[in-house]
């Protein structure tokens, strides 16, 4: 990988001169005015660090226990759709790269690589994200290839009743370019064009790929066009939870929650897990940066689910402040996604590097031994942020 990328910003860089636009902009962009998604990074900023100097912490221990699974680094690969139009090794380079670096992969429902070849590739632990796309005959079907191939959590992500309005999607014709028609792609052409070493790869993987985890009862596959369409239809109720719970033997996590009554829902559908979460903004615009509401959230779940959080990562010091703030591990998104745009696997491998050299090193300036001895008495955080939230009426 180019010695020139020494953050994540270089590799968000070098996914944006691989991929043509609308590719990048459906990576890197957010809902209506992306107001979140900059609150998501800025709330970050907002938390500053009270380090214990001149003690001698030798070796950081990064190693994290999350349901179960012993991880190397305190954060795991969110799930991120249509990673394959990224890279043609999309779902499974990830998963590979995550579990060389020791960690572990949440496969999305949008996903173009068969879910157990996604398992296969991995020597870390893979988690399914469900969305209701296909409807619950196609969901089960899903879920119990997952079983049998070995992914060991069910991630059902709540904050997506319809699709949110990504206005650069709009703007550079997203839709168009996934639709079959020919003619509605013509005007968005050229931006493809000027990416032929894209364009090949594209090609050479077959072009558009179609969803091979949502397999319609007498259909197969569904087609990658009709996922905004099929969001539209496939809302998730915690009266879905009962059905779910049936339907998953194993853990669930609730991913998408923003407030202490939702992660009180949450941990009463029987949540194992929950991710505090907005998308990273790329749902409802004008909600609060999850990195603000995640000490409502710890204080309401009160040990009773495990909880992690995701949205604005882009440095190992953003990671330590969310485990400060007490989350036990967080998600990353667009971190890796863009090393998987810029780089495939390599890239990936790269983002992870980057985040552990990051956090061993935040943890030494700090003066803590260990990710499992962080805790507030390490950050300072606007007075605001601690004020009761008003009760839902
Ligand atoms: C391109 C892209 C696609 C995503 N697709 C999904 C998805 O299919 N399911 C899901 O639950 N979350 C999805 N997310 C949200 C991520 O799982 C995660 O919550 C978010 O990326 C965290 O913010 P960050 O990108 O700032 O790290 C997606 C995010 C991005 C950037």
Redesign the pocket.
């Known amino acids: 990988m180019v010695p020139r990328v020494i953050n994540i910003g270089d590799l968000r860089e070098q996914a944006r001169r691989r991929l043509p636009k609308v590719v990048f902009d459906?990576?890197?962009?957010g809902a209506e005015g992306e107001v979140t998604?900059r609150e998501?990074?800025r709330a970050f900023e907002e938390v500053t660090f009270r380090p214990r100097h001149a003690v001698a912490v030798g070796a950081c221990n990064l190693g994290v226990r999350i349901l179960g699974h012993e991880l190397s680094l305190p954060a795991m690969l969110?799930?991120?759709?249509?990673?394959r139009l990224?890279h043609p090794g999309g779902e499974a380079a990830a998963a590979r790269a995550a579990g060389v670096a020791g960690t572990g992969y949440?496969l999305?429902?949008?996903?173009g690589h068969r879910l157990e070849d996604v398992k296969a590739a991995s020597t870390g632990p893979v988690w399914y994200?469900l969305?209701l796309i296909g409807g619950r005959e196609a969901a089960e079907g899903a879920l119990d290839r997952a079983r049998r191939s070995g992914f060991s959590a069910l991630?059902v992500?709540i904050?997506?009743p319809v699709g949110g309005m990504r206005e650069r999607d709009h703007r550079n014709g997203m839709k168009e370019l996934l639709s079959g028609s020919a003619f509605a792609k013509l005007p968005f052409l050229p931006q493809i064009l000027l990416r032929p070493e894209w364009l090949a790869a594209f090609l050479l993987d077959g072009g558009l790929p179609k969803l091979e985890n949502v397999v319609i009862p007498g259909q197969g596959p569904m087609e990658l066009i009709d996922v905004t369409a099929a969001l539209a239809r496939a809302v998730v109720t915690w009266e879905d939870f009962q059905w779910l719970r049936q339907a998953w033997p194993g853990p669930v996590v609730v991913?998408?929650v923003l407030t202490g009554e939702d992660a009180r829902r949450a941990v009463d559908a029987g949540a194992a897990a929950v991710?505090v979460?907005?998308?990273?903004?790329?749902q409802l615009d004008g909600v609060s940066a999850?990195l603000r509401a995640l000490p409502e959230v710890v204080a309401a779940v009160n040990g009773q689910a495990e909880v992690l959080l995701?949205?604005?990562?882009?440095r190992g010091s953003d990671i330590v402040k969310a485990i400060c703030l007490g989350a036990r591990a967080?998600?990353?998104?667009?971190?890796y996604?863009y090393g998987l745009a810029a780089a495939g696997q390599a890239g990936v491998a790269r983002a992870l590097e980057i985040l552990r050299a990051d956090v061993e090193r935040t943890l030494s300036l700090l003066g803590c031994p260990s990710v499992a001895e962080l805790n507030r008495s390490y950050v300072d955080v606007p007075d605001a942020w601690l004020r009761p939230a008003p009760a839902r009426i």
Not at 26 to 29: A, I, K, R, S
Not at 108 to 111: E, G, L
Not at 310 to 314: A, L, M, S, T, V
Request: charged content about 15%; aromatic content about 6%.
């Open positions: 459906y990576l890197d962009g998604l998501n990074c969110a799930p991120v759709g249509y990673s990224m949440i999305s429902t949008i996903s994200q969305y991630v992500t904050d997506t991913k998408g991710v979460s907005n998308h990273g903004g790329r999850s995701d949205g604005g990562i882009r967080v998600l990353i998104g667009r971190a996604a």
